[in-house]
């Protein structure tokens, strides 16, 4: 099943699950990973803090173990619906924030 996703942005951590997305420690969690980090590219803020995307899920509830394992780390007020397929959001890149924040984080750390 495709889902469209709405969630609130956690702005302490989303730079810790950018580098766990761009390091490949996501995309190595099995079953899913993968598709956690297709979507996260896929993904768009459409509104200051909050993020849409749409992800393909087998779970019996919508996103269950990719959010105890991954998303309720980084994102509140997670909102699902079922979907026929990959849509177009329009907004920035969630990708591109995440990698900024995780500069911004890194940066903090060292000064």
């Not at 899913?32 to 019996?60: H, N, Q, S």
């Not at 920035?92 to 060292?110: T, V």
Request: aromatic fraction near 10%.
């Amino acid at each position: 099943m495709i889902y469209k996703v709405k969630a609130k942005i956690i702005e302490e951590t989303i730079g810790e699950f950018y580098r766990k997305l761009a390091d490949g420690t996501v995309a190595r969690q099995r079953p899913d990973g993968e598709e956690i980090t297709a979507a996260m590219k896929r993904a768009v803020l459409t509104a200051p803090g909050v993020a849409d995307w749409y992800e393909k899920c087998f779970c019996p509830t919508p996103l269950q173990h990719e959010r105890r394992t991954q998303y309720d780390s980084y994102f509140t007020d997670m909102t699902t619906a079922e979907a026929d397929g990959y849509g177009d959001i329009q907004g920035e890149s969630l990708w591109d924030y995440m990698a900024s924040n995780a500069s911004i984080a890194k940066r903090a750390k060292i000064s």
